[in-house]
């Protein structure tokens, strides 16, 4: 199994920043893409930015110019560099990998962590 733990949440005033991190760990995995997602009350997961091993980047419209993903490969890390913060930026944000383990692809899953953007 691979697991995925995110941290960096917590709670901002409008205008503010906040940078995520998620690491993996496990055994005989290799990461492909890893990305953000988030899931405010009442609505579904959506992506937020996606980043490939080769550093190739894909924004959601709503967070272009304001987010920036990037990501770690010798630790297997993926950052999510949040600025010029919104309420409507208030959700769980989690982490998602798409990797291979011991030649099997599947996609993993953090438990997510709270950002709150307070006017």
């Known amino acids: 199994q691979v697991q995925l733990v995110e941290s960096g949440g917590g709670l901002v005033q409008a205008g503010g920043s906040l940078r995520l991190s998620c690491a993996a760990s496990g055994r005989g995995f290799s990461i492909n893409t890893m990305g953000w997602y988030r899931q405010a009350p009442g609505k579904q997961r959506d992506l937020v930015a996606t980043i490939t091993r080769s550093g190739s980047t894909n924004y959601a419209d709503s967070v272009k110019g304001r987010f920036t993903i990037s990501r770690d490969n010798a630790k297997n890390s993926v950052y999510l560099q949040m600025n010029s913060l919104k309420p409507e930026d208030t959700a769980v944000y989690y982490c998602?990998?798409?990797?291979?383990?011991?030649?099997?692809?599947?996609?993993?899953w953090g438990q997510g962590t709270q950002v709150t953007v307070s006017s």
């Open positions: 998602n990998a798409n990797a291979e383990r011991f030649l099997r692809p599947n996609d993993y």
